[in-house]
């Protein structure tokens, strides 16, 4: 089935370092990738999307290309703040068959904190 | 993006109770879903909520203990049943256009039992 794979945490980062967070995935077919963002004690937004291969999906710093010979999509960021300190979740969306369409599948998140 | 907000934002509640969690959209949307986060977990989902029939539960969510509503495009309600402090978690809709790839995901329900 489909799953997706990423980085246990935490990560603790000074400010202005370089930032990875690995993501690897199975899927059948052709899947749509994201990027989500959980700051403290909110929900969940979209960070970044890709859906094809060699897309890049980038947002506010944040880059991250669709690699399908590697089935990848690793985050990065070239200089961290403190602010971008929380759970990232990498997640896939497979077109999918019937009430699932479109479901998302998601990794069990890194917590990233950035120190000043 | 769609504005999306849920009531309750957060609950304590009792073992055996029931709660409903309300997902209002500001506007039409094809699809909705409900989706749960344990604590320090990630999301999984319960079930995707359709607009005038039957919601589609995921394997391990049955409609007994997580009825869900949806009578228009904008609205669904989930409510969590018998509750237990293994319920406790955080609850989120979620919300995709036909022809859009990604979802947009309310504010979250935390909810507690006792």
């Known amino acids: 089935g489909n799953s997706v794979t990423q980085m246990e945490g935490p990560v603790t980062l000074s400010e202005e370092a370089f930032l990875t967070i690995n993501c690897t995935y199975t899927?059948?077919?052709?899947?749509?990738l994201f990027w989500y963002v959980q700051y403290p004690g909110e929900g969940l937004q979209l960070l970044l999307k890709a859906t094809k291969a060699d897309d890049k999906g980038s947002n506010k710093g944040f880059e991250a290309t669709y690699r399908k010979e590697t089935t990848s999509f690793h985050l990065e960021k070239g200089s961290v703040q403190v602010s971008d300190s929380a759970v990232y979740f990498c997640?896939?969306?497979?077109?999918?068959?019937?009430?699932?369409?479109?479901?998302?599948?998601f990794g069990k998140g890194t917590k990233l904190s950035v120190k000043p | 993006s769609a504005v999306i907000s849920q009531k309750p934002s957060r609950d304590i509640c009792q073992r055996g109770t029931s709660l409903t969690i309300q997902c209002q959209v500001d506007s039409q949307v094809t699809m909705m879903f409900w989706y749960r986060q344990q604590p320090g977990q990630s999301l999984t989902l319960i079930a995707t909520a359709n607009q005038g029939s039957e919601a589609t539960y995921e394997s391990g969510f049955v409609i007994d203990k997580f009825p869900i509503s949806r009578p228009n495009l904008t609205f669904s309600t989930l409510t969590v049943s018998n509750m237990s402090p293994e319920d406790s978690s955080i609850y989120l809709c979620s919300v995709k256009g036909a022809s859009s790839y990604e979802q947009y995901f309310g504010p979250g329900t935390r909810l507690t039992v006792t």
């Open positions: 899927a059948t077919g052709y899947p749509s």
């Open positions: 997640a896939l969306s497979d077109p999918g068959y019937g009430g699932s369409q479109g479901n998302l599948i």
